[in-house]
């Protein structure tokens, strides 16, 4: 996780650092740095914390170079010590890491400097590089020596002001680009941040070491054997990146998911159809983690349903482990809002060590995941900035709709279907979003919630469920309807808040009983259904659309109804404690 940013070139102000790291947020917010060459010295910042109000000094300042980095701590505890960019001794070096360096209590051992400032791992890799800089090494030496002795993940950026024309940057296995622009060079763990300066982009591959100039770039592997890397133009279908009228990006971004289901329209049959044909005759394992590992759930009954074929859905954590049982013919489908998530990467990079083919459906362009694949179907939703996923879920489930229906030859129907359902889609914000937060208001003192839904209502449950607990932090949980009966139902008491997702269709009443049975023990129940009952407390109203598609329409209120919850007790959906948007660490 942690974001990371640097630049070169002309002089720039020390804001653009901030608003760009400010953007990278999402990728970690415990707390956050810059460094800045400044009159030939390194002038640095650190903050625990979220970027709130950039101090003066940092507003008055002028550079052209300059580094930052927002933290999600993995290796010593939210502090200021322990904050990047880590600064040597002398003042003369600065580096930013995102990754983790599994090898450094050994490498720590070797050092012959033991007095460290922070009790990361990262600062290992500043004292490897102070230590060679030291001995009369240059700097590029001395970065390329050290990053051959790690081991682990990491994007660093490195610069000294010794060596003021140059930027170093580093990558292997963390996300890192090079954005071009016409004033200088940028480096950073994502495009998001660069959106306002260019679409011009290089995107490093593991393994490289970039020698980054005002006006030009060089990239070497780590024995210095120079590699050609392109610069790619990204027509960018990026939705505008700011809050708009909205208070949260989680609200514009829920808001934004009628236009998600039209842009589905957008997709390339042609793809469609080589996709279709790589899968039709394999054994099809979907992988993924959170949100995209829910989406793979609808991606596995939409398939049997459907297409006939009966794919699994394994959590990308999990996968390594199965990974010798499965047949050779496998194709593995990789669910990834980011692209980017650990569990997900490794798991693909194994798979291909097994020749698996690898598909890939994947919101952001040239991802690491992107890269990976033999084939990606893109979700084309825009940037998702709040940690809690939504759209890219609508995007992820309606994308496997289309993708199910085009293996049977109906690529079209389910294009229509799916441009239909966003106008329902709209009537079912507009129905509900008054009263699904006099609902929040309900349960906001509530210490559990439980979700049921049968079928393919149960992966709603679980999706609301996560949505739920990540940005409340209330206690919230899925159960498949029928399972409340062989224990959970222990957990009712009164008014505890039951959620059930139960359209009328052939499973109604059985997942209605259940409904009752928690009812009878006290339960406060919310009916999201099509249909109104008697035995619903509360009722989320939503329009009749075919079964398959409901889960599409009633995921909308249940993610209302976690953001309201979360902003009736004053906690940031966006930036919920803990977590990171791009899950970067194993
Ligand atoms: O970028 P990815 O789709 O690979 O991310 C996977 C999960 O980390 C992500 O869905 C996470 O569970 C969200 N916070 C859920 O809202």
């Not at 790619?232 to 808001?255: A, Q």
């Not at 879920?393 to 966003?422: D, M």
């Not at 009736?568 to 959906?573: A, G, H, M, T, Y």
């Amino acid at each position: 996780m942690c974001g990371i940013i640097g630049f070169i070139g002309e002089t720039i102000k020390g804001t653009v650092i901030t608003d760009a790291l400010k953007k990278l947020e999402y990728r970690g917010y415990d707390s956050w740095g810059t460094a800045f060459l400044s009159e030939n010295k390194i002038e640095f910042f650190k903050q625990t914390g979220q970027i709130n109000g950039i101090p003066e000094k940092i507003k008055k300042i002028n550079s052209s170079l300059a580094i930052g980095h927002t933290r999600w701590a993995t290796h010593g505890k939210i502090s200021k010590v322990n904050a990047h960019p880590h600064v040597s001794v002398n003042n003369d070096l600065a580096l930013v890491h995102n990754g983790i360096i599994e090898n450094f209590s050994e490498l720590k051992e070797k050092l012959s400097d033991k007095n460290f400032f922070s009790e990361t791992d990262s600062e290992v890799i500043l004292k490897l590089i102070e230590e060679k800089v030291n001995s009369g090494k240059s700097l590029f030496n001395a970065v390329s020596e050290s990053v051959s002795l790690l081991k682990g993940s990491f994007a660093l950026l490195v610069f000294s002001s010794k060596e003021k024309d140059k930027l170093i940057a580093v990558k292997h296995e963390s996300p890192l680009l090079l954005g071009i622009t016409e004033k200088g060079i940028f480096a950073a763990s994502d495009q998001i941040p660069l959106s306002n300066f260019t679409n011009q982009f290089v995107f490093l591959e593991d393994g490289d070491i970039a020698l980054i100039e005002k006006n030009n770039f060089k990239v070497f592997d780590f024995s210095l054997n120079e590699i050609k890397r392109e610069i790619i133009k990204v027509e960018s279908e990026i939705t505008s990146s700011g809050k708009l009228k909205y208070s949260h990006f989680m609200l514009k971004e829920i808001m934004e998911q009628p236009f998600v289901l039209k842009s589905v329209l957008s997709q390339e049959e042609k793809n469609f159809n080589e996709i279709s044909s790589l899968i039709k005759d394999s054994n099809l394992f979907f992988i993924g983690n959170g949100t995209s590992f829910n989406a793979g759930l609808f991606g596995k009954e939409f398939f049997s349903r459907i297409a006939g074929i009966n794919p699994q859905v394994i959590e990308a954590s999990e996968f390594p482990y199965v990974l010798d049982f499965i047949p050779e013919n496998s194709v593995i489908f990789a669910l990834s809002q980011s692209g980017e998530t650990a569990d997900v990467l490794d798991s693909v990079k194994k798979a291909k060590k097994k020749n698996l083919k690898i598909i890939s459906m994947v919101n952001v362009f040239n991802s690491s995941l992107a890269r990976l694949s033999d084939k990606v179907i893109y979700l084309n939703c825009g940037e998702e900035i709040g940690v809690a996923s939504t759209k890219a879920f609508t995007s992820q489930v309606s994308l496997l709709y289309l993708l199910a229906n085009s293996v049977k030859g109906n690529f079209n129907k389910a294009l229509n279907e799916l441009n239909e359902l966003s106008f329902k889609m709209t009537e079912v914000i507009e129905l509900n979003k008054n009263s699904v937060k006099e609902l929040s208001h309900k349960i906001k003192s509530s210490k559990d919630v439980f979700f049921i839904g049968r079928s393919l209502n149960y992966g709603v449950a679980l999706e609301a469920s996560l949505k739920l607990k990540e940005i409340s932090y209330i206690h919230a949980e899925a159960f498949q309807a029928g399972s409340l009966k062989h224990g959970p139902l222990a957990l009712i008491s009164d008014n505890v808040p039951v959620v059930v997702i139960a359209p009328k269709d052939k499973v109604f009443s059985d997942t209605l009983n259940n409904a009752i049975q928690a009812k009878a023990r006290g339960a406060f129940i919310i009916g999201v259904s099509d249909e109104n009952n008697n035995e619903f407390d509360f009722f989320i109203k939503l329009p009749k659309v075919n079964e398959l598609l409901f889960p599409l329409i009633s995921i909308i209120p249940l993610q209302l109804l976690a953001f309201h919850t979360a902003v009736f007790l004053e906690r940031n959906p966006d930036k919920p404690k803990n977590l990171a948007k791009s899950v970067t660490v194993k």
